[in-house]
RNA sequence: GGAGGGGUACCAAAGUGGCCAAAUGGGGCGGACUGUAAAUCCGUUGCGGAAUGCUUCGUAGGUUCGAAUCCUACCCCCUCCA
């Protein structure tokens, strides 16, 4: 279908355009984005975009955020956001990505978490701008009847061109087969809201090409699919998840935030700035050169990087705090000021059972072998008896290694 | 339903009667060097106030002075056949 369009309006679909490429890794098909938008421009009428979010953990990280930010972009070019929280799809448990089946939650954990969620988005979406919609809604209901209808419009040589099952089956590890359910799931969803664009990363393709499949047999026009990169975490390898304990929450304490982008591998550096800061491109460019001709250090790249995100997620005295906090710990050494502080007995205790008492060390022999390694400390100065015993005194500090310490109340 | 293969620590993978709390690699933790980066090197990686102690090799029993290793039953995974 073609549409007249007047200059204007031609201008602004380039305009959507350019902002809706920015930053993304893959748009499936390009050609019918621009003649939704063209559509959309001509008649006035918003598109509907999809975001899913499984509620499977509690926290949303920065690696969330960046999908989170394309959504907030198309709301700002007046298109009409649904953020569907898989209050249904969670308790199956995306396979993606996964070697293994996934744990199934309890529909009370997946209210939980889902609460939390809708709660961390709206640091990134606009809340005037969010529809918020549960697909256990429309899933719930359907009988086996209908399950089986959707089920018949998809082999299983189809369902196994997924790379993770494809390796699955290859390595003769076990495929559920209601783990074939979550792709279709998730595809009805996109048939229920009748939805024009539906964002994921990369790793979500299949999941999204099974919405446009789906579309098409309900006699529906088929999605978009807008896919951004992953973004890799603390360790520089893997994706930023949650179940790895390589991310970074968008909740967390100013100083963790700060100190978690700080150790952020030189090579993510611009990564990170390209997905999750709001600077001008040519400006992260300039930048990037700088730190490529030896001209700048990275470290200092880095610093405004964390600085900036902070600042959005958890204000600017936040960030201010942050970065004063690290020039005096890390940079000079120095203890931090406010530590975790824990009450103690005023009676002697031993060192060992002390460490472990206040989470310092899982156990025991924990405790015993870092103390051995030499990296305990008592007020700064390297504990090494392993049989100490110890009066505390208000105000001490105990530290293992170079980043964790309590300051003990009496 | 039939035949065969397999289940070892966070992961991968050795070990097939004592020398096994269990090689090796990865990961984790800690240390050195740095910029809380990378790379590299070193230490450590079940519990235990530590003992010739306790628990751990799918689960439960059994044989044995002694079991991850042998036997029995069960559970689970995979392959081929139906």
Known sequence: MEWQLTPAQEAEVERQLVWIRRGVAEIVPEQELVEKIRMSVATGKPLRVKLGMDPTAADIHLGHTVVLHKVRQFQELGH?????????????????????????????????????????????????????????????????ADVIRLASTVTVARMLEREDFTKRFRDNRPIHIHEFFYPLMQAYDSVHLETDVELGGTDQKFNLLMGRTLQREFGQPMQIAVMMPLLEGLDG???????????????????????????????????????????????????????????????????????????????????????????????????????EEVTVPGEPIWIVKLLTDLGLANSNSEARRAIAEGSGRLNGEKVLDVDLQYEPHDGDVLQRGKRQFRRLRV
């Open 80 to 144: 009409r956001a649904h953020l569907v929280i898989g209050n249904f799809t969670g308790r199956i448990g995306d396979p993606t990505d996964k070697s293994e089946t996934r744990k199934q939650l309890s529909a009370e954990e997946v209210a939980e978490n889902a609460k939390t969620y809708v709660r961390q988005v709206y640091k990134v979406l606009d809340p005037a701008k969010t529809e918020i919609v549960y697909n256990a809604d429309w899933l719930a209901p359907l009988d086996f």
């Open 237 to 339: 390898v893997h994706k930023m998840s949650k179940s790895l304990g390589n991310y970074i929450g968008i909740d967390e304490a100013p100083n963790d935030m700060f100190g978690k982008l700080m150790s952020i591998p030189d090579s993510l550096l611009f990564k990170y700035y390209d997905l999750l800061s709001l600077r001008e491109a040519a400006d992260i460019e300039r930048m990037r050169q700088a730190v490529d001709a030896g001209q700048m250090n990275p470290r200092d790249a880095k610093m405004e990087l964390a600085k900036e995100l902070v600042t959005r997620f958890l204000g600017e005295e936040a960030a201010v705090e942050a970065v004063d906090h690290w020039h005096k710990v890390f940079q000079a050494g120095a203890l931090p000021e406010d530590m």
